[in-house]
């Protein structure tokens, strides 16, 4: 068992599939990354720490780096942000196509940075 399995594992039964589903989307995005537990969260690395995500207590938590958040403030009006992070609401449909435009986008800028 991987620490993100035991970290959703451990989460109340009903969240555990949003959490597996933010999961799926952002491996699907940015393919080759490991996955690892940082700051007590799920966090993909792939040359450095790409997104982390993690389950609060009233939110799901999305925390891409404040250039992700910048570059798509426009489609993030419905949430709650901050400097480096997104809330999205535990009662709401998550939204997984721009979780996974935000996974992609942060791929992109890896891409740049390291001349991959």
Not at 5 to 14: E, K, V
Not at 35 to 48: D, G
Not at 85 to 98: E, H, K, S, T
Request: aromatic share 12%; charged share 15%; proline share 8%.
């Amino acid at each position: 068992m991987t620490p993100i399995d035991t970290y959703i594992a451990a989460a109340p039964a009903a969240y555990r599939d949003q959490l597996t589903a933010i999961r799926q989307t952002i491996a699907t995005n940015l393919p080759g990354a490991e996955e690892q537990l940082k700051y007590q969260m799920p966090t993909f690395y792939w040359h450095e720490n790409v997104i982390h995500f993690a389950l609060n207590q009233h939110h799901f938590g999305l925390y891409p780096t404040p250039s992700a958040v910048t570059a798509f403030q426009a489609k993030l009006t419905a949430y709650k942000t901050s400097k480096g992070a997104i809330q999205f609401p535990l009662d709401a449909p998550l939204p997984l196509d721009l979780i996974g435009a935000i996974t992609a986008f942060r791929r992109r800028e890896i891409i740049a940075k390291y001349d991959l």
